[in-house]
C-alpha cells in the first residue's frame, strides 16, 4: 500500500512564503513524475507544477517564476516552495505521485492567502 502525506499549510499574509512538502510511503518501486496540483472553494482542481524523476520541472503560468517545486529521489519526498504568495493562491494544495504508470494522490493541504 501506498501513502502520500503533504504537510506545510496554514495561513498566509499576501506576499509572504510556505513550503509543501509530500512524503511517499509503502510499497512503491520508482516514482517518475511528482506533481501538485491544487483546489479552490468551487473550482475544478487545477495543475500547478511537475517534476521529472531526473529534475525537469514545469509550472503552470499562474504561478511560474513564485513556485519551485523540487524533489529528494533518496526520501521519496517532493516539495513546493510558494514565494509572493496571492490570495488568488488560496486553495487545497494536493501532492500526486506516479509510479509504474499509477497515480497516487495524498488528501491535501489547505494553503489560506490573507489580503
Known amino acids: 500500500q501506498v501513502q502520500v502525506v503533504e504537510s506545510g499549510g496554514g495561513l498566509v499574509q499576501a506576499g509572504g512564503s510556505l513550503r509543501l512538502s509530500c512524503a511517499v510511503s509503502g510499497s512503491i518501486f520508482r516514482i517518475n513524475y511528482m506533481g501538485w496540483y491544487r483546489q479552490a472553494p468551487g473550482k475544478q482542481r487545477e495543475w500547478v507544477a511537475t517534476i521529472t524523476r531526473g529534475g525537469n520541472t514545469n509550472y503552470a503560468d499562474s504561478v511560474k517564476g513564485r513556485f519551485t517545486i523540487s524533489r529528494d529521489n533518496a526520501k521519496n519526498t517532493g516539495y513546493l516552495q510558494m514565494n509572493s504568495l496571492k490570495p488568488e493562491d488560496t486553495a487545497v494544495y494536493y501532492c500526486?505521485?506516479?509510479?509504474?504508470?499509477?497515480?497516487?494522490w495524498g488528501q491535501g493541504t489547505q494553503v489560506t492567502v490573507s489580503s
Open positions: 500526486n505521485a506516479n509510479s509504474n504508470r499509477r497515480d497516487y
